[in-house]
């Protein structure tokens, strides 16, 4: 845990690959919650930018452009603009979207190269890669595809598989092939640089150690297995044309580029200078990244959190090294899991997605931003269901805060002239200022004397990270609201007891005015929308800007009477019926059934090419066997006696189970699924004459049966009764 003192946040979001639109997964798991945060420090009145951009080179782009058959300047373009579109639609409030193709990028990165080049940092390596002889080139990272050795799947990319989440190295894959050509390629040797990460293993557990406490505990562990492996040179060049060149200190350095983590991360001190210049102060980047009270926040997915915490920690170190410039390392990492959709896993590549511009073009932009914020993927992996979406916008958002918000407008408006009652706040009920106080407690302002505390106030929720619960708080306060309203029945009493109306539709367009500092994070546009009715007309974000309108407004009741509304009022939200869902719905089930097809073909054709088996699926039916057959099988109960994760493979577990007299080692991908401690003392079913393999090194002998359910979750076969273990299954 840090207790270090800072006077100004740099937020970064994640680049995403310009390969494609920015889709549901982006904006929940990076965009959405950098916004709400860096939208609630600026209410705070803190110096705070958001910085961003996309990340325009490494091979998802090159492919994307062999595909299409333009270039990658073409892919780049077109998407880099579509993505910036689309966040603008959803009121992210960026303050650059940058490239990593432009010249100040481009600087940077050599800068930073030849800088740990000078001081002999690098490490230079002849390696074997693969090669396509046909394309006549090298192979990176993901030009090549295969089988997981983890898993199965048949896939996998030459970095990662997508299905177990293991980390691969292309020449680990069984039956390589190029994705240019389909060929199998051959293994050639090549030169190339390498980050020494194994050298700053020590900071960087100290750095990892220092933050126990301050960071969610997914990003330690992440960053945890990685150190307890021991960390090794990272190759930081490729043989490509698409990137960054590595500058010319040698001929070895002809016909390389960095590679594309090597340049990306630094995308973020990129995009700071851009924004520098365009705001004409160009050395105002230095002011952000160079001084220690500067607090730095990356936003990011969990599938990018060994880049953040190690590999770019590692390389400001390195550049830190001798150097009169210090840069500053992040302070926070808050990582996301990741959304599903409607139960399943989200998959680009399978084309199950949701694109952010899609979905704006049919549903406003703060029904999403409510939708996703309250299901943020903060600690476990969340949901996104259409059916959801619907009931959350009608009951919460147009029932409670718009409901509420109208009516006491349109009450002022017609019973009140459209002005703020004239009320001595001496006078209020207790009802009026039970209310006030309810609403301080949660914000997290100290002056009031709450009888029900909430386990941390909103305001702690934010500055821990904790956006769901913050979200979850700012909403009950809108039920409060609702309430108070319906109880003191204003309707009535403006005839039985006026002065009592008065105080009601008094602290009630109070309320309203605290509501929309409270909503501005979440719905900005419904938050100024409710300022506009409450006849506050400038420009919002200018005024907060400004200081002028402030998180803590929320203590003191900001409307006085006499003040005039602008006597205008309008629906919040509008309710989605049925019929405006039914078309997504029908597009979930065509995206679920083009998958299966895919899937199936793909089976087909692995069979067909007699490959080794398959990631098998539910959708694909398998061939009668006969009896003898099956009898080949041994399965027997096992009983799980130790069981623990294996280092850089989120998915998979190394299990010791015990049949009958003997124990063997078993890996099986199912580390998403189970933790090490509930497996162990479970009786499991297992194939027993699996023949052995290897999987990241170690031997498994044997499989484990489980069954996924319809909510993507896999359950263990787990027989029954005593003295069963060991037995075989008849
Ligand atoms: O995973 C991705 O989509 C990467 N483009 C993220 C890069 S984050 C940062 F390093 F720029
Ligand atoms: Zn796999």
């Known amino acids: 845990m840090t207790d270090k003192k800072f006077n100004r946040t740099l937020v970064t979001t994640a680049l995403p690959y310009a390969n494609g639109p920015i889709h549901l997964g982006h904006f929940a798991g990076t965009f959405l919650p950098a916004d709400i945060y860096v939208r609630y420090k600026r209410l705070r009145g803190e110096d705070i930018i958001h910085i961003g951009g996309s990340d325009e080179h490494g091979v998802p782009i090159t492919i994307r452009a062999e595909k299409e058959g333009i270039t990658p300047q073409q892919v780049v373009d077109r998407f880099h ?109 090549t030169l190339h640089w390498y980050f020494p990460l194994g050298k700053y293993q020590k900071q960087l557990e100290a750095f990892i150690n220092q933050h126990e406490g301050d960071w969610r505990q997914n990003v330690i562990n992440y960053s945890r297995t990685w150190l307890n492996s021991g960390l090794t040179d ?144 903060e600690n476990r992996d969340t949901d996104f269901s259409w059916k959801e979406f619907q009931s959350r916008t009608n009951s919460e958002l147009a029932d409670t805060l718009g409901n509420f918000v109208k009516r006491v407008i349109d009450f002022t408006n017609a019973r009140m002239g459209g002005v703020v009652p004239e009320v001595a706040e001496n006078q209020l009920s207790e009802n009026d200022t039970h209310l006030k106080s309810q609403i301080l407690t949660r914000v997290g302002a100290t002056d009031t004397e709450a009888q029900v505390k909430p386990a941390f106030t909103i305001t702690e929720y934010y500055e821990q990270f904790s956006i769901r619960s913050a979200v979850f708080e700012t909403m009950q306060i809108a039920g409060l609201a609702n309430k108070y309203f319906n109880d003191e029945t204003p309707w009535k009493s403006i005839k039985e007891n006026p002065e009592k109306c008065k105080r009601t539709i008094f602290v009630s367009l109070n309320v309203c005015y605290s509501l929309a500092i409270i909503f501005y994070p979440i719905l900005p546009d419904t938050s100024k929308k409710i300022f506009r009715m409450l006849g506050i007309e400038d420009d919002i974000d200018e005024k907060i800007k400004q200081g002028a309108i402030k998180w803590d407004d929320v203590k003191t009741f900001q409307l006085r009477g006499g003040h005039k509304l602008s006597g205008t009022s309008e629906i919040l939200f509008k309710k989605i019926e049925d019929a405006d869902i039914e078309p997504e719905l029908k597009k979930i089930d065509q995206m679920i059934s083009d998958a299966q097809t895919a899937e199936q073909a793909k ?128």
């Open 234 to 377: 990272r190759a930081i060049t490729r043989d490509l044309s698409w990137g960054v060149n590595v500058p010319l200190t040698s001929d070895d350095a002809k016909g390389k580029v960095l590679y594309v983590w090597f340049d990306a991360v630094l995308g973020y001190i990129s995009s700071t200078k851009e924004w520098a210049v365009k705001h004409g102060k160009p050395d105002t980047w230095k002011k952000y990244w160079l001084q220690p009270d500067t607090r730095l926040i990356h936003f990011i997915g969990k599938d990018n959190v060994v880049f953040h915490t190690l590999m770019f920690p590692a390389m400001l170190m390195a550049k830190n090294e001798g150097s009169a410039e210090q840069y500053i390392l992040p302070d926070n990492v808050p990582a996301s899991e990741f959304m599903n959709i409607e139960g399943k896993k989200f998959s680009k590549s399978r084309g199950y997605a949701i694109y952010l511009s899609d979905f704006l073009e049919k549903f406003p932009a703060d029904t999403l931003r409510y939708m996703i914020a309250m299901n943020y993927p």
């Open 603 to 730: 089976t087909e054709q692995v069979k067909s090419e007699a490959a080794p088996p398959a990631h098998e699926t539910a959708a694909v039916a398998k061939p009668v066997i006969t009896i003898e057959d099956f009898e080949k099988i041994d399965l027997r109960v096992g009983t799980v006696t130790a069981c623990e994760k294996v280092p850089k493979a989120d998915k998979l577990l190394k299990l010791q189970v015990r049949i009958g007299a003997n124990e063997r080692q078993i890996l099986s991908g199912i580390a998403m699924h189970f933790t090490p401690e509930e497996m162990v003392g479970k009786n499991i079913l297992v194939v027993a004459n699996l023949a052995p393999r290897k999987m990241r090194g170690l031997d498994s002998n044997g499989m484990l049966l489980a069954v996924e359910g319809s909510d993507g979750k896999l359950n263990l076969v787990q027989p029954q009764g005593d003295g069963i273990n060991g037995n075989a299954v008849k």
């Open 81 to 189: 603009n579509l993505q910036k579109d689309a966040l603008a639609k959803a009121n992210i409030s960026i303050d650059n979207f940058s490239r990593t193709s432009l010249p100040v990028h481009h600087a940077t990165a050599q800068e930073f190269f030849l800088d740990m080049e000078q001081k002999g940092i690098f490490v230079k390596k002849t390696e074997k890669q693969f090669y396509d002889e046909d394309a006549k080139m090298f192979l990176s990272d993901r030009y090549v595809t295969g089988t997981c050795p983890v898993c199965g799947n048949t896939d996998a990319n030459g970095d990662q598989c997508e299905n177990c989440g293991t980390y691969l190295s292309a020449t680990e894959l069984i039956n390589p092939k190029s994705k240019i050509t389909s060929k199998t390629p051959v293994l050639r040797e």
